[in-house]
C-alpha cells in the first residue's frame, strides 16, 4: 500500500474480509504515518519509503492509494521493480502519462489495473445481461451523475490543481468510463469511444472544476449527458433510457454509497409493467472483490472485462481531457 487515506483505510478495511488478499506493508508521506497505519490495521509492517516497500519480497501487488499526481511516478517505480499495480483512479492525470505506465507495464510484462472499483463488481454483469437480452429495447440515452459537496479548501486535493483537484479528474471519470462501457455493449463491442464531446461547468476561485457536464455522441447514435461535482450535489444517479423502458441505478459507484456495503441493486421500469428491483449481494465489501479479481487475473496482464482493460484506461483519459479542455 502506497497511501494512509482514507481510500487505504477503505482497502484495509475491506481485505479483512478476504480470505485470499491481504495487506503485508505500507508506506506513507513519511515513516511516522506509515507506522500509525499499520498499527491502526495491524499490518506486519511499514516502509520508510517507496524503495524499501519495493524490496519487499512479500509484496507481490502494490496499491497506488495517493493523490492523482502522483500515481506516474509510483506506478512507474513499482513496475520498474517488477511488481504488479493496482491504481486507484484515474491511473494518471492525462493521457499522455497514462499511455507512458502502460507502455512500461507492457515492456516490463507486470499486471497493471487502473482501480474503479465499480468495474468490477457483479452488479455490472447484471445490469449488461438486461441491457443486451433487451429488458428496455434498442438504448438510446445514459444519464449518469456523481457529485457531492465538500466545502472549498483551497490547500485541499478536490481544489487545489497542483494536487489533481476538480470533479472531472475524481469522478467524472466514473461517469465517462460508464458510458463508454454501454456505447461498446450496444454494438458487441468491450467499450466505445465519442465521437463528439460537449462540455461545461464552473471552475471555482482554484481554477477547479468545482461542477461539470459532458454530453457525449456515438457513432452508434446512444448519447449520455455526464455530470460530475466536488462542491454540488447532484448525486450518484445513473439512468439508462430505452426504447421500451428504463434502468435506475441509484449507486452504481459505491454499493448503497457505503464503501464497505455487501447490498446493491437497480430497477427495470418497463412501459406498461411492474418495475422490477435487481438485487445483487456479495459476500465481502468492493475492494475485496477487486483485489481478489487482480489476484486471478495476475498472469494475465490485464483485468477480464468489464474492469478496465489498457486500451480502455488510455480511451477514457482521452476523453477526460477532452471534457477538461471544454470547461
Avoid at 487505504?8 to 475491506?14: K, P, Q
Avoid at 493521457?95 to 452488479?123: D, N, W
Avoid at 471555482?204 to 462542491?231: K, M, Q, R, W, Y
Avoid at 426504447?243 to 437497480?266: A, C, H, K
Wanted: glycine content about 10%; some cysteine; hydrophobic content about 40%.
Amino acid at each position: 500500500m502506497i497511501g494512509t487515506g482514507g481510500i487505504a483505510a477503505d482497502f484495509c478495511e475491506a481485505l479483512a474480509a478476504s480470505p485470499r488478499c491481504e495487506v503485508v506493508n505500507v508506506t506513507g508521506t513519511s515513516a511516522e504515518k506509515g507506522r500509525a497505519f499499520a498499527q491502526r490495521f495491524s499490518l506486519p509492517r511499514a516502509s520508510a519509503d517507496l524503495n524499501e516497500l519495493l524490496s519487499d519480497a512479500n509484496v507481490d501487488v502494490v496499491y497506488v492509494a495517493t493523490p492523482h499526481p502522483l500515481h506516474e511516478a509510483q506506478a512507474l517505480a513499482c513496475i520498474e521493480m517488477g511488481k504488479h499495480v493496482l491504481c486507484e483512479k484515474p491511473l494518471t492525470i492525462d493521457a499522455p502519462s497514462t499511455e507512458r505506465v502502460i507502455q512500461a507495464a507492457r515492456q516490463r510484462k507486470v499486471f497493471l489495473l487502473e482501480g474503479y472499483m465499480y468495474r468490477c463488481h457483479p452488479l455490472l454483469g447484471a445490469l449488461i445481461e438486461r441491457v443486451k437480452r433487451g429488458d428496455i429495447g434498442e438504448l438510446r440515452h445514459i444519464k449518469a451523475d456523481f457529485g457531492f459537496r465538500v466545502e472549498r479548501d483551497p490547500k485541499g486535493r478536490l481544489f487545489d490543481l497542483k494536487l489533481g483537484g476538480g470533479g472531472i479528474l475524481d469522478v467524472g471519470g466514473y461517469c465517462m468510463s460508464f458510458a463508454r462501457l454501454l456505447a461498446g455493449v450496444v454494438t458487441g463491442q468491450p467499450f466505445a469511444e465519442p465521437v463528439s464531446i460537449a462540455a461545461t461547468g464552473f471552475r471555482g476561485p482554484t481554477g477547479a472544476d468545482e461542477i461539470a457536464t459532458a454530453l457525449v455522441g456515438f457513432a452508434s447514435g446512444l448519447t449520455a449527458t455526464l455530470t460530475c461535482a466536488v462542491h454540488h450535489r447532484v448525486g450518484t444517479e445513473a439512468v439508462l433510457y430505452g426504447e421500451r423502458g428504463q434502468i435506475v441505478l441509484p449507486d452504481p459507484w459505491i454499493p448503497q454509497g457505503v464503501r464497505q456495503s455487501l447490498e446493491t441493486s437497480f430497477t427495470v421500469k418497463r412501459e406498461g409493467q411492474a418495475d422490477e428491483t435487481v438485487s445483487i449481494r456479495t459476500d465481502r465489501p468492493t475492494y475485496a472483490v477487486q483485489a481478489e479479481l487482480v489476484a486471478d487475473a495476475l498472469q494475465n496482464l490485464e483485468a477480464p472485462w468489464p474492469a478496465m482493460s489498457w486500451a480502455d484506461s488510455i480511451g477514457n483519459m482521452r476523453a477526460l481531457d477532452q471534457w477538461r479542455a471544454g470547461v
